[in-house]
């Protein structure tokens, strides 16, 4: 349950990042953002760069929050080393007992 609202949220905010990112103004005023004309009128002539940092840089924290919590929360059943260990101790225990059955 958390693990899947936790996912959703993570997608959401990688969604919005991207598109924060493509509105902004680059530096040498060549992007997405610059096409709009009057978008950084909306608001303010100075302070919509601003905001659009400020945005840029809350969702990038949450997406290295949002990425280390996935990782840490994540189902047991999905981790492969898990399931990698799983098969090499149950082929290291029939290893094991096939050794014993040829020496008695």
Known sequence: MIYGLLITLFVLVCFF?????LV???KSSMGIGAMGG???LLFGG???QNLFQ???WTL???FMVGSLLITLIKKPSS???SNLEKT???????DIKEQAANTK
């Open 79 to 81: 981790n492969l080393l």
């Open 17 to 21: 990042l991207v598109l924060i990112i």
């Open 60 to 62: 990038g924290t949450l």
């Open 88 to 94: 090499t101790t149950v082929q290291a225990q029939k």
């Open 54 to 56: 400020k945005t840029t």
């Open 46 to 48: 100075s302070g919509g």
């Open 38 to 40: 009057g978008s950084q």
């Open 24 to 26: 902004q103004k680059g």
